[in-house]
């Protein structure tokens, strides 16, 4: 028996998305699930480097970011702004999506992932750098009545309050700035538990198509699928 709905999902963001394929392997997360939950099509518009700012500059041509908002219908569009963000222009561009995907009979969610560590850039310090880019987005939707995905609180609840630096890093790809397979999964499981309502717990953990096969151990998935479900309403306190 299939699934009798699909939620239609557009992701916007960065290399935080399409290092190890965000969007992909959410998807295969929801063909995995029960066939009362539902399944989930994707679209994306990920560039390296971008800030919502670049995004929002790129104008509204097909295969832009605000083109393919108004262009289809979604359910969700995910907006993801880039790890050294400044509160002001983090907040304009955050306001104008938001009022574009309203328009467009769509709900925004804010995507707050974890930070790069001090090895990618030595101005970025484990937990602080982590709190600031999740508080600035966890202030700004209580504020604007937006959903927040705050991954980098979901990484943290993960770690435990005194991780070693060698379980931080598990968490990363090896140039220590980008999500690895781990970290990746945990935003997987934490913007399915928020896009859902539904908890991922004994979903997928192989993904065979991602980056020539990851494979997520069964202790690990399980720890990283329960902190997201606890975790889904940690940006949403209040709106």
Same mark, same amino acid.
């Given at each position: 028996?299939?699934?009798?709905?699909?939620? &239609?999902?557009?992701? /916007?963001g960065n290399s935080q998305m399409y290092s190890y394929d965000l969007p992909q392997m959410i998807k295969v997360l929801s063909e995995s699930a029960p066939v009362d939950y539902p399944r989930m099509e994707i679209g994306r518009v990920t560039v390296g480097g971008a800030t919502l700012k670049s995004h929002w500059d790129a104008g509204e041509g097909p295969g832009s970011p605000r083109g393919l908002i108004a262009g289809e219908r979604w359910d969700y569009v995910v907006i993801q702004e880039i790890y050294n963000a400044t509160q002001?222009?983090?907040? /304009?561009?955050?306001?104008?999506?938001?009022? +574009?995907?309203? &328009?467009?009979? +769509?709900? *925004?969610?804010?995507? +707050? *992932?974890?930070?790069? *560590?001090?090895?990618?850039?030595?101005?970025?310090r484990y937990p602080d750098s982590f709190q600031s880019l999740n508080d600035m987005q966890i202030a700004f939707g209580k504020k604007a009545h937006i959903r927040v995905a705050a991954a980098g609180y979901a990484w943290m609840k993960y770690l435990g309050p005194n991780p070693s630096e060698e379980q931080i890093l598990d968490l990363y790809d090896a140039d220590k700035g980008h999500p690895g397979p781990k970290g990746t999964y945990l935003y997987a499981c934490l913007l399915y538990a928020v896009m859902t309502g539904k908890n991922p717990v004994g979903l997928a953990r192989e993904f065979k198509e991602i980056q020539g096969g990851?494979?997520?151990?069964?202790?690990? +998935?399980k720890k990283m699928q329960t902190v997201a479900w606890e975790m889904r309403v940690q940006g949403n306190k209040g709106t």
């Open positions: 028996m299939e699934s009798n709905f699909a939620m &239609k999902i557009l992701f /916007i002001p222009d983090f907040e /304009i561009y955050a306001s104008r999506f938001d009022a +574009a995907i309203r &328009k467009a009979g +769509a709900q *925004t969610i804010l995507f +707050a *992932t974890a930070n790069v *560590t001090r090895h990618y850039n030595a101005s970025f990851i494979v997520i151990g069964q202790e690990e +998935a």
